[in-house]
C-alpha cells in the first residue's frame, strides 16, 4: 500500500528548490550524481546485514555480500591499498573504529586543534577522542601553517599512540613524508582523515598519503561527490607494521560500535568510486583547485585578508577582522542573497565560536555545476561587494543568473 506524505514531499521539494537557487560554497557540501541516489533510495535499505561479507549473522545476504565486496574491490583499486572497510556510518564513527582498534583508554592521541582547522574527533574535549584518550594538540602558526618542527617536538616529548593528519580548515597541501618522519621518531600510528581532500587525491591534485600513512580514514559525501559514509583503508605499510591491524580495525567497527551496515550507503558509496575513477573526475578535481585559487585571488584583489594568503586546495578561510563584523553575521548576510557559506573561526581567534571572526568558502560544489575561474571572479566580486554595502537588493540577480546558466547536474524533482 503506498501512502503519499504531502507534507514530507513538500518539505523536500522546497529544499530542492533551495539547492537550486543558491550557491552553495561550504567546502564540505556537493552533489551525487543521480545514480548515487537511485542505490542509496534502493531496496537494499531493506536488508539487515550484520558482520561481512561470506561472515553474516542473517540468511539471505548472497547479494548483498556481492554488493558491499564490489564497493571494497573498488576503493582498494582505486588508492592501492591491501584492506577496506566501507562499513563506517560516518566520519566520526569512522575515527572512534580506528581509534578503539588501535589504542586503549588513557592512551595519547595527537591531533591538530579545532580552532586552528582540526577536526572534534581529533582529540577535542568535548568528544570522545578527548575523554577517553590522553590528547594532546598542535596547532597552527599565525599565518595558518602548522610548523612540522614545532609537532616533531610535541610529538618527542609527549610520545603519543596515534598520530591524526587531518583538517577541516586547512588551505594548504600535506606534506606526508615529513609526518611519516615524524610518526617514526616516536613509534606512533600515523592516520590520515582525508575527509576534505579525498577528491583531490583521486584526482591527483593533491599528493596521495597510501605511501606514507599506516591508517586513512575519509568520509564519502564531500569531494567524492557519494553518499553520507565514510571508508576505513588500511595500507600495505600499516599491515606491515601490524599484520591484524586490518581485523582489528574490522572488529571494532561491528560489533565493537556499530550494528547492521546500511547496504544501501555502500552500494552508493560503490557508485561513486566507480564515478572517481574516470578521467571525467579528474578534470573535475584539478577544475575545484583552479575555481579555489581563482576565487582567493579575487577576495585578495579586493583587499580581503584571507587566512595562509590564500588557498593550494579546495577551500579558503577569511579574516574578517578588518570589517568590523563577525563570520555569523556575514554567513546570513550572503544567505539572504542566495550565498550559502559558514562562519568559521580563525587561528587564535579570540572570538566566540558562535560569533567567529571569519567565514569558510570552497569551490567542489560550484564546480559540480560546471562553474569556472570566470564565475568564481563574479563570485568573489560579490561577496565582497556585500560585505561593503550589504545592498541585497543590487546583488541578488548575480546569484539567480548564475544558478540559471549553471544548474545542479541532476534533477530532483
Not at 590522553?134 to 610548523?147: L, P, T
Not at 574516470?278 to 583587499?303: C, D, M, P, W
Not at 593550494?312 to 570589517?323: G, K, P, T
Request: glycine share 8%; charged share 20%.
Amino acid at each position: 500500500m503506498h501512502i503519499h506524505d504531502q507534507e514530507l514531499f513538500d518539505l523536500i521539494s522546497t529544499e530542492s528548490k533551495r539547492q537550486k537557487d543558491t550557491i552553495t560554497l561550504i567546502p564540505s557540501e556537493n552533489y551525487c550524481s543521480r545514480e548515487v541516489l537511485d542505490a542509496v533510495g534502493s531496496i537494499l535499505t531493506n536488508k539487515y546485514a550484520e558482520g561481512y561479507p561470506k561472515r553474516r549473522y542473517y540468511n539471505g545476504t548472497s547479494v548483498i555480500d556481492q554488493v558491499e565486496q564490489l564497493a571494497i574491490d573498488r576503493a582498494k583499486k582505486l588508492f592501492g591499498v591491501p584492506h577496506v572497510n566501507v562499513q563506517p556510518y560516518s566520519g566520526s564513527p569512522a575515527n572512534s573504529a580506528i581509534y578503539m582498534a588501535l589504542m586503549q583508554q588513557g592512551d595519547t592521541l595527537m591531533g591538530l586543534k579545532l580552532s586552528g582547522g582540526g577536526h572534534l574527533t581529533h582529540g577535542h574535549s568535548v568528544t570522545f577522542s578527548g575523554k577517553y584518550f590522553r590528547a594532546v594538540q598542535y596547532d597552527v602558526e599565525k599565518d595558518g601553517s602548522i610548523d612540522l618542527e614545532k609537532v616533531s617536538d610535541l610529538a618527542l616529548q609527549e610520545k603519543p599512540k596515534i598520530i591524526v593528519v587531518g583538517t577541516t580548515a586547512y588551505p594548504l597541501i600535506f606534506d606526508w613524508k615529513k609526518w611519516r618522519e615524524i610518526a617514526d621518531a616516536v613509534g606512533a600510528v600515523l592516520v590520515a582523515d582525508i575527509s576534505h581532500i579525498v577528491g583531490l587525491v583521486i584526482g591527483g591534485v593533491h599528493p596521495s598519503p597510501v605511501p606514507y600513512v599506516d591508517v586513512i580514514m575519509t568520509t564519502t559525501h564531500k569531494t567524492l561527490r557519494g553518499p553520507r559514509g565514510a571508508m576505513i583503508l588500511v595500507t600495505d605499510r600499516g599491515l606491515s607494521k601490524d599484520p591484524d591491524m586490518g581485523e582489528k580495525i574490522d572488529k571494532a567497527v561491528f560489533p565493537g560500535l556499530q550494528g547492521g551496515p546500511h547496504e544501501n550507503v555502500v552500494a552508493g558509496i560503490a557508485v561513486a568510486l566507480q564515478e572517481a575513477g574516470t578521467k571525467e573526475f579528474r578534470a573535475y578535481a584539478e577544475q575545484i583547485v583552479k575555481n579555489a585559487k581563482a576565487l582567493a585571488s579575487t577576495l585578495t584583489a579586493r583587499g580581503m585578508n584571507l587566512v595562509t594568503g590564500g588557498t593550494q586546495n579546495h577551500l579558503i578561510v577569511c579574516d574578517l577582522r578588518s570589517y568590523e563584523k563577525s563570520g555569523s553575521e556575514v554567513a546570513n548576510a550572503l544567505e539572504e542573497i542566495g550565498i550559502i557559506v559558514n562562519k568559521n573561526s580563525i587561528p587564535h581567534d579570540s572570538a566566540s565560536p558562535f560569533k567567529p571572526s571569519g567565514i569558510r568558502l570552497g569551490t567542489p560544489a560550484v564546480t559540480s555545476r560546471g562553474m569556472k575561474e570566470k564565475e568564481m571572479e563574479i563570485i568573489g566580486n560579490t561577496i565582497v561587494s556585500l560585505i561593503l554595502s550589504h545592498n541585497c537588493a543590487i546583488i541578488s540577480p548575480v546569484v539567480h543568473q548564475l544558478c540559471t546558466q549553471f544548474p545542479i547536474p541532476l534533477s530532483y524533482d
